[in-house]
Structures are given as structure tokens and as C-alpha cells.
């Protein structure tokens, strides 16, 4: 089987830095992304990550350690349209079916 | 945006009856899945298909079932509606040589009364 695991709920400041952390287990690795969803809305996708490393988009970067089984996405100058779930899902090896964690709810407040 | 419609985007049903959701994507790709959504339980896989007439079963398939007739059309029916299947249900669809990345559907809200 597989196991994700990610903080169910964080909470920062506008303006700030944060770090949503992603840790898994699974039966080899085929890659890891994340996701953001707010509320009501359709998840859309923010990063993927393949090889150990930074991956960086405008205010967004993903790291990927693959040894560890952990990944984390970084989220710089926070806005309030930051506020939203982060949905962490990795594809096993051998297959392009990926597993989600149950997401972690950010609340950006002023 | 990727061309994925989802329909009907709501629906109220009573247990015992069957209901079927419809997914079409207008992006001919060759992955399509349903998965359900509930408070604590993130995102998780009904079915997925790899290909016209090629399905298989995901983590929470039992009262489920599905069809893909062709490229653009994957069918979820629920053959006999309980208050358990109530959820918002999300398709969503993917490309292998292409990062493998999902665009998913606006989602289509359930009640099970």
C-alpha cells in the first residue's frame, strides 16, 4: 500500500513564508505533485517533481528528496488568495496512478 | 484551461436509485478518472481508465461502476444510490507522455437522501 502524510491545517501571516511538508511511502517512485484546491473549486496543478531537487515557479517552489520520502512546497510572500488546500499525491513505481494525501488546509490571515 | 465538462454539476437523488455522472474531455487524452471527496478524507480513486473500454478499480469502488465507450466519454453510474455516496465527485484526466499531470472537471455535487 501507500501512505502520504501532510499537516491537516496551517495558518501564517500575508506577506510571510511557509512550508507544507509531504512525506510518503510507496512501493517504488514515479513522481510527486502538488495541488492546490480552494474552497469549492476544482484542484489545479501547482508543481511536479520527478528528480531529488528545487523546483521553482514565480512565488511557488516544490523540493523533492527521494531517499527520505519527503517533499515540502514552499510558498513566498503570501497572499490572502493563498488561502486554500495543498494536495500532495505521489505516483508509485511502474504505474501513472497517483495516490493523494488527504491535503492541508492553509488560512493566510492579514 | 483543459476541456473536461462535467455533468450534471448537481444532483439530488433518493437511496435506491441509479444515477450516472458524466465525464467528456475534449483534449483526447488517453487517462480519465473518477474520484470522490469528503471532509477528512481528501481526494480518493473510484476507477480510472486507460484507454476505450480499458478500466480498472480504484481504493473505493464497491456500489460503482463505470464505462468508457469512447476517447471523450467516461460514464460513472452508481447502480443503487446510499446516504454513503453522497459527496462531490470530481473527474479528472491525464496524459502519461506529458508529465502525467491532471486537469480535473468542475466537480459534480451529490446528495443521497
Known amino acids: 500500500g501507500q501512505n502520504i502524510d501532510q499537516p491537516t491545517e496551517m495558518t501564517a501571516t500575508e506577506g510571510a513564508i511557509v512550508q507544507i511538508n509531504c512525506t510518503y511511502q510507496?512501493?517504488?517512485?514515479?513522481?510527486l505533485f502538488w495541488y492546490q484546491q480552494h474552497a469549492g473549486e476544482a484542484p489545479t496543478f501547482l508543481s511536479y517533481?520527478?528528480?531529488?531537487g528545487l523546483e521553482e515557479k514565480g512565488r511557488f517552489s516544490s523540493f523533492l528528496s527521494r531517499s527520505k520520502g519527503y517533499s515540502y512546497l514552499l510558498l513566498k510572500e503570501l497572499q490572502m488568495k493563498d488561502s486554500a488546500s495543498y494536495l500532495c499525491?505521489?505516483?508509485?513505481?511502474?504505474?501513472?496512478?497517483?495516490?493523494f494525501g488527504r491535503g492541508t488546509s492553509l488560512i493566510v490571515h492579514p | 484551461d483543459a476541456g473536461i465538462t462535467q455533468s450534471p454539476r448537481h444532483k439530488v437523488t433518493e437511496t435506491g436509485t441509479p444515477v450516472t455522472l458524466r465525464c467528456h474531455q475534449t483534449?483526447?487524452?488517453?487517462?480519465m478518472y473518477w474520484y470522490r471527496q469528503d471532509p477528512g478524507h481528501g481526494l480518493r480513486l473510484i476507477h480510472y481508465s486507460y484507454g476505450v473500454k480499458d478500466t480498472d478499480k480504484g481504493e473505493v469502488s464497491d456500489g460503482y461502476s463505470v464505462s468508457r465507450s469512447k476517447t471523450e466519454d467516461f460514464l460513472l453510474t452508481l447502480e443503487s444510490a446510499t446516504s454513503s455516496q453522497t459527496s462531490v465527485y470530481f473527474c479528472?484526466?491525464?496524459?502519461?507522455?506529458?508529465?502525467?499531470?491532471?486537469?480535473f472537471g468542475a466537480g459534480t455535487r451529490l446528495s443521497v437522501l
Open positions: 517533481n520527478v528528480l531529488d
Open positions: 510507496t512501493s517504488g517512485f514515479n513522481g
Open positions: 479528472a484526466i491525464s496524459d502519461p507522455g506529458v508529465k502525467n499531470i491532471q486537469y
Open positions: 483534449e483526447n487524452h488517453r487517462y
Open positions: 499525491a505521489v505516483t508509485p513505481g511502474g504505474s501513472y496512478i497517483p495516490t
